[in-house]
């Protein structure tokens, strides 16, 4: 006798799916269907208003909190890692290294800001250092300090060919790259090649803080493809 193991909550969660794309294709088809495609005026006022709470917020972290990590929205002011016990010290998120300006410079370029994008990166490149006794989410500073910085890079070369902007550029944000990069290499260490959830900048995986930390994380694993690959 063979016995089917079904999953009748994924089954119901696919049924509604295929239900909903099929209703969607029929309306698209239907000309008396009240549903309809947004207006270019719509699409416009949700841009705006998007753009709008990306200034809001980046502008309250750099007049607020930078160098900081992040902003307390609450207090307003900068989170750093270390100073007090928080959100950053108890997942090591934090590293003291800006994150907020480097995650932000990608979307500053979707925004068309380049005087704030060129602003950006002459900071990062002038005082960001990864030269820190911390110890940092492998998969947070891959996706945010290391991918930032590799976008950064790209979009800075892009806009110093197609624009004329950054002329002083050099590859300062690539080589910011390359070093925070080598500084995760030691959490790959493993038998298994999935890396140790975190590391020490300076020291790798012979910190102290670090003897008894046998964690590991299969998803957050496979999400170092982009960055690390």
Excluded at 206 to 221: F, G, I, M, R, V
């Amino acid at each position: 006798m063979v016995i089917y193991c079904i999953n009748f909550p994924l089954i119901w969660k696919s049924l509604f799916f295929v239900a909903l794309l099929t209703e969607i294709a029929q309306c698209s088809e239907d000309p008396t269907s009240t549903l309809k495609s947004m207006s270019k005026e719509e699409k416009n006022d949700l841009k705006e208003e998007a753009r709008d709470m990306f200034y809001h917020a980046y502008r309250a972290y750099m007049e607020n909190a930078y160098p900081a990590d992040e902003l307390m929205p609450l207090t307003c002011a900068g989170r750093y890692r270390g100073s007090h016990a928080s959100r950053g010290d108890i997942d090591d998120t934090l590293g003291n290294f800006s994150l907020t300006l480097i995650d932000s410079l990608d979307t500053l370029a979707v925004v068309g800001d380049l005087t704030e994008f060129e602003h950006a990166a002459k900071l990062i490149t002038r005082d960001v250092s990864f030269d820190s006794d911390v110890v940092v989410s492998v998969f947070e500073t891959n996706i945010r300090v290391l991918g930032g910085l590799l976008s950064g890079h790209i979009l800075a070369e892009y806009f110093q060919e197609r624009a004329g902007v950054l002329r002083w550029y050099r590859g300062q944000l690539l080589h910011l790259a390359k070093d925070i990069g080598y500084r995760l290499l030691p959490a790959f260490n493993t038998t298994t090649g999935i890396p140790h959830a975190r590391v020490n900048l300076r020291y790798g995986l012979k910190s102290h803080k670090l003897e008894w930390s046998q964690e590991t994380c299969t998803a957050c694993a496979g999400t170092m493809v982009l960055e690390m690959a």
